[in-house]
């Protein structure tokens, strides 16, 4: 730097100096302060371009996602995903309401039994209005109709847990219409970039690859999206379906369960 520093003050007192001096030497000198400077700044932009790569490897995946999303057009691709933005948040209510409501359903056949034999069918009507689920609600009923008679239980029993099971499964439909019409929509998308190539081999009368490149990209991108949105939502309908499948089998054995200790409660009275 001190060098730098020396080789910049001479050739200003040489320039200010000489003004009718010939302008070779002064040339010369600037050519050599060029090739001192050269280095810093090489290393300057050396170390700049290392971070703008750095950079951009960090973020490749996500720039590149995004712009193959520009790339496949605004008419398809937000419709594609607005289907994954409603399907999703369709899914992660449901799973909310499904971990909600799901109950240790063998904890609550004790406390009702022992609240059955103890207090009644009032202290165990009590103990159902304290748990949260859709077996407590089933609980619930049955205990409701358990003085009038079993049959009568029983009924509501059945006729509650299909009100349920219509709580359970509640917008699950809509899911399973946002995967199949995810990647039909990138289908039709395919389609249409295809006969957009078309078209423009037949306008230019000639077959160039670069013609056609542009519509058959967009017409696999769209394809690409639609089919990666309805992986995504698949999984998550799935696990929502074993969900309620789970929830509905202990439903069912709670509903035998709970019949059985009404008739063994109707024994003892």
């Not at 057009?73 to 899914?91: E, S, T």
């Not at 004790?110 to 034999?117: I, S």
């Not at 089919?227 to 995504?232: D, G, N, T």
Request: net charge negative; hydrophobic share 50%.
């Amino acid at each position: 730097m001190k060098r730098l520093f020396s080789i910049l003050a001479i050739a200003a007192v040489m320039t200010f100096g000489n003004l009718q001096a010939s302008t070779a030497p002064a040339q010369l000198l600037t050519a050599n302060v060029q090739l001192l400077i050269a280095p810093i700044t090489n290393t300057t932009t050396i170390q700049e371009e290392a971070v703008s790569e750095a950079t951009t490897d960090e973020l490749s995946f996500h720039q590149n996602l995004k712009r193959r999303f520009i790339e496949g057009g605004p008419q398809f691709m937000g419709i594609v995903l607005l289907c994954l933005i409603l399907g999703l948040a369709i899914a992660i209510e449901r799973i909310i309401f499904l971990n909600l409501s799901t109950t240790n359903t063998k904890k609550l056949q004790q406390n009702v039994e022992d609240a059955l034999n103890s207090g009644g069918i009032e202290a165990a009507k009590e103990v159902c209005r304290n748990t949260k689920g859709p077996v407590a609600s089933i609980y619930y009923q049955g205990l409701d109709r358990a003085d009038e008679s079993i049959d009568a239980a029983e009924k509501s029993v059945v006729a509650y847990g299909g009100v349920q099971m219509g709580q359970l499964e509640k917008n699950v439909s809509w899911i399973s219409l946002f995967i199949a019409l995810a990647p039909m929509l990138g289908f039709m998308g395919t389609v249409i970039g295809m006969i957009t190539a078309f078209d423009k081999i037949a306008a230019a009368d000639d077959m160039q690859p670069s013609l056609v490149a542009g519509g058959i990209k967009v017409a696999l991108l769209t394809t690409v999206f639609g089919l990666i949105v309805a992986i995504i939502l698949q999984i998550f309908y799935n696990y929502i379906v074993a969900k309620i499948d789970r929830i509905v089998n202990d439903m069912e054995d709670a509903s035998i369960t709970l019949i059985d200790i009404l008739v063994d409660y109707k024994k003892k009275k």
